[in-house]
Structure formats: structure tokens, C-alpha cells
């Protein structure tokens, strides 16, 4: 589990690095780019919460006799 959330979190900071580079480039606002960066961690918390619910859940199968 912890190897996939530091998988998520690899890719939201490789996100974040392109949404900062190509955000100011193409004209988008600030306001903009800062939105698509807390929608971005919004999806990170989302699917990091998801891997904790799978290890709580594949912890009661396991515990399970």
C-alpha cells in the first residue's frame, strides 16, 4: 500500500511540475493554475484514501479465521 501511494504521489508532483510550466506558458491565470493545483491534491487525497480503505479492508480478510 505504501509503495502505491507513493506511486500517486509521484505523479501528482510530476503533475504539478507541468501544470506550473505550461500553466504560465499558455496564458492561464494564476487563479486558474492554482485551482487545478488543489483539484490535483484533491484527486491525490482521494485515491490516497482509497488504498487506506483496500489495506483496512484486505487487514479484516487477513485477521479473518
Known amino acids: ?7 500517486v504521489r ?6 504539478m511540475e507541468q501544470i ?3 500553466g504560465h506558458d499558455s ?3 494564476e487563479d486558474e493554475v492554482e ?3 488543489k483539484d490535483l491534491q484533491k484527486l ?7 488504498i487506506d480503505g483496500h489495506v483496512v479492508t484486505k487487514e479484516k480478510e487477513i ?3
Do not use: F, I, N
Open 63 to 65: 485477521l479473518t479465521v
Open 10 to 15: 509521484h505523479v501528482r508532483r510530476d503533475a
Open 20 to 22: 506550473k510550466k505550461h
Open 44 to 50: 491525490t487525497d482521494t485515491y490516497s484514501g482509497k
Open 1 to 7: 500500500a505504501e509503495e502505491g501511494k507513493v506511486a
Open 35 to 37: 485551482q487545478a493545483e
Open 27 to 29: 496564458g492561464v491565470t
